[in-house]
């Protein structure tokens, strides 16, 4: 399985470029009324994951204790952990809003579709990766925007964390429970649709991108900083990138998982959502002017997991080819 430059890829590359070309529908104010149809943006994301989500699925992962503990313990500890020391390495050179982005990145869950295609691709355990993938979305919901207050907060920030899981609650989890229960009358139908309800998925993320730039544009955001802020991100991106898939090699090894477990444990451990964390970033930072620049490290690390976790997923399908 390798990396594909697909639809998506190419439509947020087009989303964030007619944010700086045409930013005043989907700023603040414009016609596109950015305030309400972000909310139902997320909205309808949730709800599409919420029907997507198959429980029974789960099942045949639930037991595997070992591959829980390091993907869950690298996703919202191990992540976050690298994400103070790159907050603290990078104080006085890298913009704020900048650091905020990469901590964010830190702090968001795991992602389920392209976790579980490499995961199936490399001949893992595939029970494993849906069961660990879909809890991380699930703790995500509370864990990401408490992480988030927490070093706000050591900055000397102001970010009311009540009010933000009230909006979670509100756009997210509720959503997200109505369309698990309305499984049992839709599912059929969305197991035949599912390509079109991808699509429907796919550009509301790419519409809740546009307006995310859209807004920084209009603030004069871009403005203010040095042109190498895109090669900090790609690097900062990579460099992360690099270190989680190294621990969570040596931490599969260490608790002694097969080779299947170990896998998934890898693919899981090291990814991060961008189709969960657009939708959540503007609820947790909707005010900030700068909201472009803290979902830069997001965009930048989604294609680059894909390209690498292609070429890792490649490398190990081999039968006798195993994580090292």
């Known amino acids: 399985m390798g990396f594909k430059f697909d639809w998506f890829m190419k439509g947020m590359l ?22 309400l149809l972000n909310k139902l943006g997320v909205a309808l994301v ?57 901590f964010y990145l830190c702090a968001l869950p795991s992602t389920v579709s392209s976790s579980v295609a490499l995961t199936i691709a490399a001949r893992g355990n595939v029970a494993a990766a849906v ?27 102001n970010f009311a964390v009540g ?27 969305a197991s035949r649709h599912k390509g079109l ?10 519409l809740l991108v546009y307006t995310s730039f859209a807004d920084t544009v209009k603030e004069g955001v871009w403005s203010r900083y040095n042109p190498l802020l895109l090669l900090q991100t790609v690097a900062g991106c990579a460099l992360l990138f690099l270190l989680v898939l190294a621990l969570t090699q040596w931490g599969a090894r260490l608790l002694g ?35 472009g620049l803290i979902l830069l490290p997001i965009m930048i690390y989604h294609p680059l997991q894909l390209l690498a976790g292609g070429m890792l997923a490649q490398r190990w399908s081999g039968a006798e080819a195993t994580p090292s």
């Open 197 to 206: 309800l991808q699509k429907v998925d796919r550009i509301t993320i790419l």
């Open 46 to 102: 949730f709800y599409l994951n919420g029907l997507a989500l198959s429980l029974a699925s789960m099942k045949d992962g639930a037991l595997r204790w070992r591959v829980h503990l390091l993907v869950q313990c690298s996703t919202f500890l191990l992540f976050p952990l690298l994400g103070v020391a790159l907050l603290w390495g990078s104080a006085g050179w890298m913009a704020a809003p900048l650091q905020i982005g990469f």
């Open 257 to 291: 998982m097969p080779r299947g477990d170990r896998i998934a444990s890898v693919f899981c451990g090291s990814k991060k959502t961008l189709a969960s964390g657009v939708p959540m970033a503007h609820l947790i930072f909707g005010a900030n002017p700068a909201i």
């Open 131 to 157: 069961f660990n993938a879909t809890l991380s979305s699930l703790i995500g919901v509370l864990l990401t925007p408490l992480w988030m207050a927490w070093v706000l907060h050591q900055s000397g920030g």
């Open 163 to 189: 009010p933000v899981i009230v909006d979670l609650l509100l756009w997210v989890v509720l959503p997200l429970v109505l369309g698990q229960f309305s499984r049992p009358l839709l599912k059929d139908w």
């Open 14 to 35: 087009g989303a964030v470029l007619l944010a700086f070309l045409w930013p005043e529908p989907g700023a603040k104010g414009g016609f596109l009324q950015p305030e």
